[in-house]
């Protein structure tokens, strides 16, 4: 079984401040996707970022990007700028790597990201 | 970018009644769909993984009688909730698979009564 624990229920931060939202995971896999979704008030969740664990560099995406440990099974986000409407649940996901590539994904608890102006 | 749509959007229903809510890919072909159910402030779980043309494989935990999915076309899963009761209520989202992505729908929202 794998599992994605995310230890921050709430965070707020400034607006244009920078902040960091924590993410760890357990996977027997060697190969595995981890990703980061946005879930605002109208529920629709929305890709922010995604990792191959197989890579090195960490993945960024505008002012998103991640610090992945791959030994500490580690995944945290930092959202740079932070702007209003950044605010919204933020859910840390981990896929393992199939060959048929058919497999759902594990989602962390959430944290809830105030941006305060 | 691919679009997944949901119906309803949402749906009140009496205890003891079905309810049926589809996922439909409308750009694209999606061989596999998933459906996760989120309650109020919590997490996604994951429900069952529906395959066109096979039967779709459960979570642990989660009754396939009572969750009864269909994925009858490249397009189209549905997610029947049969004899629905008050704990079934919740927010329901299917997930459409193209190629290694992942794509969501804007969920269901069910209550019943």
């Known amino acids: 079984a794998q599992t994605v624990t995310q230890s921050q229920p709430e965070m707020s931060v400034q607006e244009a401040e920078t902040v960091t939202l924590s993410c760890t995971y357990d996977?027997?896999?060697?190969?595995?996707?981890l990703f980061w979704y946005k879930q605002p008030p109208s529920r629709q969740m929305i890709l922010v970022i995604r990792?191959?664990?197989?890579?090195?560099q960490n993945a960024t995406e505008n002012r998103f990007s991640v610090n992945f440990q791959k030994a500490a099974k580690s995944f945290s986000l930092k959202i740079s700028d932070s702007q209003l409407g950044d605010a919204a649940m933020y859910f840390c996901?981990?896929?393992?790597?199939?060959?048929?590539?058919?497999?759902?994904?594990?989602f962390g608890k959430g944290t809830h990201l105030i941006i305060q102006p | 970018g691919a679009v997944v749509s949901q119906h309803p959007s949402w749906v009140i229903c009496k205890s003891g009644t079905s309810v049926k809510i589809e996922c439909r890919s409308l750009?694209?072909?999606?061989?596999?769909m998933f459906w996760y159910r989120q309650f109020p402030k919590q997490s996604l779980m994951l429900m069952a993984t529906?395959?066109?043309?096979?039967?779709?494989?459960?979570e642990q935990g989660v009754e396939k009688d009572k969750f009864l999915i269909n994925h009858a076309s490249l397009t189209l899963s549905t997610l029947t909730v049969t004899s629905a009761h008050p704990e079934d209520s919740s927010f329901y989202i299917c997930?459409?698979?193209?190629?290694?992505?992942?794509?969501f729908g804007p969920g269901t929202r069910l209550t019943v009564l």
């Open positions: 997930s459409a698979r193209i190629r290694d992505y992942r794509f």
């Open positions: 996901a981990l896929r393992k790597y199939s060959g048929g590539g058919a497999d759902g994904l594990t």
């Open positions: 529906s395959n066109e043309g096979s039967k779709a494989t459960y």
């Open positions: 996977t027997s896999e060697s190969d595995y996707y």
């Open positions: 990792q191959e664990a197989y890579k090195q």
């Open positions: 750009d694209f072909q999606a061989t596999t």
